[in-house]
Every structure is written in structure tokens, then in C-alpha cells.
């Protein structure tokens, strides 16, 4: 069993910037790809965020290009999301995501951007 633990979320203007946070629990970090989800309040839906391999190739959904950089860390089992030049409608739960042969989710954190 895998847990993963998201954290950095909080409160933001627009312009601003945050760093989240997911620290795996898994010895075998380095073999998986990990994402992150958001999910808005009016969604019922997850969508995806941006994602890196295992080879530390990158991919990000179009509305968060050139804003958000997703990186990780091998040694210290985490994946970091960067978040700048933050807009009102980023606001949503921040998941994590590590497929394995599983499917493995964070328990979310809140992002909210608000004057």
C-alpha cells in the first residue's frame, strides 16, 4: 500500500505563487510517473494538471503551461508542483497521483486564489 501526502496548499492572490507538495511512501518512487489532479468545487470531475515520468520527461494540460513546473525528487520520494502567476480559476483540490499497479491518490490540498 502507497500513501502519498500532499501539502502547500492555502490561500493566494492572483499573480501570486505556491508550492505544493507530495511526499510517496514507497521504496520504488523512482520506477513510477506521477501527476497532479485538480478538481473545482463545481466539477465532478479531476482533471489533469501536469505529470512526469520516470525519466523526468514532463507534460502540463494547456490552461496551466508556462505557469505551473512540475519537478521530483528521487532521493526524498516527492513530486512538487510550482504554481505561479496564479488566476482565481486555478482554485480547486490539488491531488497527487502515482500509478503503479495500482492507483494511488493523495487526500487533496486547497488551493484557493482570491483577491
Known amino acids: 500500500q502507497v500513501q502519498l501526502v500532499e501539502s502547500g496548499g492555502g490561500l493566494v492572490q492572483p499573480g501570486g505563487s505556491l508550492r505544493l507538495s507530495c511526499a510517496a511512501s514507497?521504496?520504488?518512487?523512482?520506477?513510477?510517473?506521477m501527476y497532479w489532479y485538480r478538481q473545482g468545487s463545481t466539477s465532478q470531475e479531476r482533471e489533469l494538471v501536469a505529470?512526469?515520468?520516470?525519466?523526468?520527461?514532463?507534460s502540463y494540460a494547456d490552461f496551466v503551461k508556462g505557469r505551473f513546473t512540475i519537478a521530483r525528487d528521487n532521493t526524498n520520494r516527492t513530486v512538487t508542483l510550482q504554481m505561479d502567476s496564479l488566476k482565481p480559476e486555478d482554485t480547486a483540490v490539488y491531488y497527487c497521483?502515482?500509478?503503479?499497479?495500482?492507483?494511488?491518490w493523495g487526500q487533496g490540498t486547497q488551493v484557493t486564489v482570491s483577491p
Open positions: 497521483r502515482l500509478v503503479a499497479r495500482a492507483d494511488y
Open positions: 505529470g512526469i515520468t520516470s525519466d523526468l520527461r514532463t
Open positions: 514507497t521504496n520504488n518512487f523512482r520506477f513510477y510517473n
